[in-house]
């Protein structure tokens, strides 16, 4: 597969992160800090549209791949707010681990040159949990979730197995792309 050349992304990140001091003495190494600062996140995200844009073997609405500019939302947030999150717009009841809102697209936004993906919000306390139950770090975990919500505001769904395999996968490809 030949990889396509793509110019600077611009990509205007609105980042939010709750105060997490209680979790402190969990979160002291210099590469867990991170999670919590804009510019890493910035990094991260424009690491993945570029990984995404020079690909081609998987399905994105085509006006994707020619535009330069995107914005997102990434909000770290507590059990309290995505449960109720989760209650208000999903009808479900209690926290979860990430919640994803892509803005509705279509053809006709292809005369934009920028694109509004979506907003991605994060439960620090979930994320907390699943890196104990997964025997992994905080960090990992935080990129686990952020990529599993990125993929959906790009229009991934995993109605089945088969679908939900090929995702998974696909947020390993883009975490390793970090490295």
Not at 144 to 162: P, Q, R, T, V, Y
């Amino acid at each position: 597969m030949k990889e396509k050349i793509i110019s600077e992304i611009n990509l205007d990140l609105v980042f939010q992160c709750n105060d997490f001091s209680q979790f402190s003495n969990k979160l002291k190494d210099t590469k867990t800090k991170l999670i919590f600062e804009s510019i890493f996140w910035q990094k991260v995200f424009v690491s993945w549209i570029n990984t995404i844009l020079k690909k081609d073997d998987y399905e994105l609405p085509n006006f994707i791949f020619e535009k330069k500019s995107f914005s997102l939302g990434l909000q770290i947030i507590s059990n309290q707010e995505i449960a109720s999150m989760n209650k208000k717009w999903m009808q479900k009841n209690g926290p979860t681990d990430v919640l994803s809102f892509p803005i509705i697209f279509d053809e006709s936004l292809n005369n934009l040159d920028h694109i509004e993906l979506g907003d991605i919000f994060i439960s620090l306390e979930m994320a907390l949990e699943q890196s104990y139950e997964y025997k992994h770090s905080i960090y990992k975990e935080m990129l686990w979730l952020a990529s599993h919500g990125f993929l959906h505001l790009l229009g991934w769904e995993h109605n089945n197995d088969l679908d939900l395999e090929n995702m998974l996968n696909f947020q390993e490809y883009l975490i390793t792309r970090l490295d």
